[in-house]
């Protein structure tokens, strides 16, 4: 925090925000943060790294409230505004939050669980802006700044706690190897639940004194009107996006078309990933606006851990080479080191690496190696030094539209639903999103109840997180242990489209 704060300081008459057609400057951000930094603490020095949730839409506000939790000494745990209140409640309780802010928009929908788990809040409209902190206590880099919350292979996502340290490496390294300056401008359009947007957009807008401006929320007409005012010279989004802005592009009357090609000519980069990166959607975009996506890799624990280069190729299929001070290799099933040319587990050390998954340390101690590096479970192979990702250890793990979610968290609410007799979730190849979630179950009705099945599951999980297809089974595929085996349960949805 420091270190962001001391950079800001260099920037004080500098634009760091435009939000809601309002620009606000270095100094607004510096005063608004320590503004709610003094509400925060109340008279006290420092929280002492006590969690203090907040939920509000990507915007000044968002960026103000989280500088304010770490001047404060607090963690910062961002909830997610496409979030139903369960799985709100869920990350209030597991991160046991002392004190949530809100903006106005989300307090009558967030107000209910607040008074139910008796945690104290603060709207962010009403907070008086008169009271400036007095005396914070300094902030140190192995302080824990931030716990963001990610689906793995349990049915529960788990807490990732990462040091102010963590953060300022994680944020520097993409400064330097991507050459952002203050004269930079970038769009922000991906939720600010997740590194892609708060590390990789915005914290490191606002460390090199450049403009981050913010839409609400992903719509692709207001990203081509924003890029055709040519003020942007950054954009960094997940492939379905890049699908999505290509579709619409097709869209066009020629004349209208070449407009937006045209516009795309402010750019001086544009980034992809969260997932993979489908070479005909690099191929097309390259022809629509002439810029050759910069793909990378990345992963909640570790920020970013690969990246294409700059200057040099950046290889279509490929998510480039590990970063400076980030220590990546491959791996066996008994974690040795595999030889060059062999596929295997990523595994990664550096001071990119989080610190622990909240409050779960059996979790925390199986993710690493007994000689410390992080098992990222996924699978690479290198040639010529260029990583190519070829897959995931677990196919209970879906990425759909660069979110991250968990088959087994899908299925156990299913399960829930007293129609259910058996659930497989798993995720099917979708040209637009990656992959596509679908759901086979099997009935203890001879009519189930679809509807009030997808009524539950819109109830407990962000739409993000719905299954788009379902299938009724008799029973599911299962091997002599009685596990079932999703291999052929995928297969099924395969023949079935
Ligand atoms: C939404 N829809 C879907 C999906 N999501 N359909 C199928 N699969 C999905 N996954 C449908 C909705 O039901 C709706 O349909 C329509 O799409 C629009 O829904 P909406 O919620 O408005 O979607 P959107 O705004 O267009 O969302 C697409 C999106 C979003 C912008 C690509 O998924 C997104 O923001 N993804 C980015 C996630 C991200 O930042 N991940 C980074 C984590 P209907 O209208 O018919 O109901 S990974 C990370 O941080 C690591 C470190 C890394 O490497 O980056
Ligand atoms: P998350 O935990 O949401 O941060 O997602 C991290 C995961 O996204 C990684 O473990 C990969 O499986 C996937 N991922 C991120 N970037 C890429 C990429 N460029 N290509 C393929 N997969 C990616």
């Known amino acids: 925090m420091q270190a962001l704060l001391s950079r800001a300081e260099l920037f004080r008459e500098r634009i760091a925000i435009l939000s809601e ?11 608004q943060s320590a503004m709610v930094a003094a509400h925060l603490l109340e008279g006290q020095r420092d929280l002492h790294e006590s969690r203090i949730a907040f939920l509000i839409d990507p915007s000044f506000a968002y960026t103000a409230v989280q500088w304010g939790i770490w001047q404060a000494g607090g963690i910062a745990v961002p909830l997610c505004v496409l979030h139903p209140l369960d799985s709100i409640r869920y990350v209030l309780q597991d991160a046991e939050i002392g004190q949530v802010v809100v903006s106005q928009a989300h307090l009558a929908f967030l107000s ?5 788990l008796g945690i104290r809040v603060l709207e962010y ?27 793995g292979t349990t049915s529960s996502p788990k807490g990732v706690v990462t040091t102010h340290g963590t953060i300022r490496f994680q944020i520097k390294s993409l400064v330097d190897v991507w050459g952002w300056s203050e004269d930079d401008h970038i769009l922000n359009i991906l939720p ?5 947007g708060i590390i990789n957009v915005m914290s490191c807008a606002l460390w090199s004194g450049a403009c981050c401006e913010f839409l609400p929320k992903f719509d692709v007409q207001q990203v081509w009107d924003v890029f055709r005012t040519e003020r942007l010279s950054l954009f960094m989004a997940v492939p379905t996006i890049y699908y999505k802005l290509i579709q619409y592009w097709q869209s066009q009357p020629v004349a209208v078309q070449q407009a937006m090609s045209a516009s795309c000519q402010s750019f001086r980069l544009m980034v992809s990933g969260s997932a993979a990166l489908p070479v005909p959607v690099l191929e097309q975009w390259e022809q629509i606006s002439g810029q050759r996506l910069l793909e990378r890799y990345g992963m909640t624990e570790v920020g970013m851990a690969l990246s294409n280069p700059y200057q040099a190729e ?15 290799r491959l791996a066996d099933s008994f974690d040795q080191e595999l030889a060059s040319g062999e596929q295997g587990e990523i595994q990664i050390k550096g001071p ?11 979790a925390t101690q199986s993710s690493f190696t007994a000689d410390g590096w992080f098992r990222s479970g996924d699978i690479a192979v290198v040639s010529d ?21 968990s088959a087994l968290e899908i299925e156990s609410v299913l399960l829930s639903h007293p129609d259910v007799l058996q659930a497989g979730v798993l995720g099917v190849p979708d040209d637009e999103w990656g992959e596509l979630i679908v759901a086979a179950l099997v009935s203890r009705t001879k009519q189930p109840d679809l509807k009030s099945i997808e009524r539950l599951v819109s109830e407990k999980l962000p739409s993000y997180k719905k299954p788009r297809r379902y299938l009724m089974v008799d029973d599911l595929p299962k091997n002599t242990i009685g596990k079932v085996t999703k291999h052929k349960l995928k297969s099924l949805f395969i023949l079935d489209q």
């Open 385 to 405: 030094g260029y990583y190519q990702i070829l897959g995931r250890s677990s196919i209970d793990i879906i990425k759909s539209g660069g979110y991250k979610v």
């Open 125 to 151: 409209e009403s907070l008086d802006a008169t009271i400036q902190i007095a005396d914070a206590a300094p902030i140190e880099e192995n302080r824990k700044a931030m716990i963001l919350y990610t689906s």
């Open 112 to 116: 209910p669980v607040l008074d139910e």
């Open 352 to 362: 990119n690496v989080f610190l622990e998954y909240w409050n779960k340390p059996d």
């Open 192 to 196: 600010l639940h997740h590194v892609h």
């Open 314 to 328: 950046r290889r279509p299929g490929h998510v480039g080479q590990p970063l400076p001070g980030v220590q990546i």
């Open 21 to 31: 057609g309002s620009r606000y400057t270095y100094s607004q951000l510096i005063d």
